[in-house]
């Protein structure tokens, strides 16, 4: 730590003294020094990490409530998106496939998802009836 009468400008500009200055500040993170208010102080020791204010607001909120605002976020828009989109990709894929396996005339007949599936109903059914025969 600094004596009274010497400045910042007296120390020699080395990492291993930067980092005695701020080892009471947690793992050797340096901070700025003239927003701190006085020599040696890291920002951790005048405020609280960003992380620990939303914890501690979000402490009295329901359970449903720090659902809400979790799921109001961007990243978790952005992550529901990508995932509902994989999931639409994997739905349509499925419905292709089974479209492949059905007859239709002509065969390159456009469907919609709820004809596949009334045609893919019908057409259990015919296969059953053959069977049956």
């Given at each position: 730590m600094?004596?009274?009468?010497?400045?910042?400008?007296?120390?020699?500009?080395t990492h291993?003294?930067?980092?005695?200055?701020f080892s009471?500040c947690?793992g050797?993170?340096t901070?700025s020094t003239?927003?701190?208010?006085?020599v040696?102080?890291?920002?951790?020791?005048?405020?609280?990490?960003?992380?620990e204010?939303?914890k501690?607001d979000l402490q009295?909120?329901s359970?449903?409530e720090?659902r809400?605002r979790r799921?109001a976020?961007?990243k978790?828009?952005?992550a529901?998106?990508?995932?509902?989109?994989i999931?639409v990709?994997?739905?349509?894929?499925?419905?292709?496939?089974?479209?492949?396996?059905?007859?239709?005339l002509?065969?390159d007949?456009?469907?919609?998802?709820i004809e596949?599936l009334?045609?893919?109903?019908?057409?259990i059914?015919y296969?059953n009836?053959?069977?049956?025969?």
């Amino acid at each position: 730590m600094l004596n009274s009468d010497q400045t910042e400008i007296d120390l020699p500009p080395t990492h291993s003294e930067s980092e005695s200055i701020f080892s009471d500040c947690g793992g050797g993170r340096t901070g700025s020094t003239e927003d701190a208010g006085g020599v040696g102080l890291c920002a951790q020791s005048r405020i609280a990490e960003p992380g620990e204010a939303v914890k501690k607001d979000l402490q009295h909120l329901s359970r449903e409530e720090r659902r809400r605002r979790r799921r109001a976020t961007a990243k978790y828009r952005t992550a529901h998106a990508t995932r509902e989109r994989i999931r639409v990709e994997a739905f349509n894929m499925a419905f292709a496939e089974l479209r492949k396996l059905l007859p239709t005339l002509p065969p390159d007949k456009k469907l919609s998802k709820i004809e596949i599936l009334r045609l893919a109903i019908c057409y259990i059914s015919y296969l059953n009836h053959v069977l049956d025969v």
